[in-house]
């Protein structure tokens, strides 16, 4: 079972409010979790962010994915975001820690 990655690119005025609307929908036990979350700013254009979900698979991130508490998160976070966001959808094919 590989590793997965799924990469959620988007704009926003308020980063810090799309962060505590993110956090503020748990999930359910009986979904899977990521097993990182890790929120990103590009310095080189600003207002722009990224969401970088890791996941033990495919499966459990779109297992995830399709959740109701996934679709929750998305309907609260929309408003904070200009645009519609980018999805990336990554296999780690190899991995080093320096």
Do not use: C
Not at 22 to 38: E, F, L, Q
Not at 47 to 57: E, H, K, N, V
Request: charged share 35%.
């Amino acid at each position: 079972m590989a590793e997965y990655i799924q990469i959620v690119e988007y704009e926003s005025d308020d980063i810090d409010a799309v962060i505590r609307v993110a956090n503020s929908v748990p999930v359910p036990d009986d979904i899977p979790k990521p097993t990182s979350v890790i929120v990103v700013r590009d310095r080189d254009r600003p207002g722009t962010y990224a969401t970088i979900l890791r996941f033990d698979s495919y499966e459990d991130a779109m297992r995830h994915s399709e959740s109701d508490a996934t679709h929750e998160r998305i309907a609260k976070i929309g408003p904070l975001m200009k645009g519609e966001g980018r999805f990336y959808n990554l296999d780690v094919l190899d991995e080093r820690n320096q």
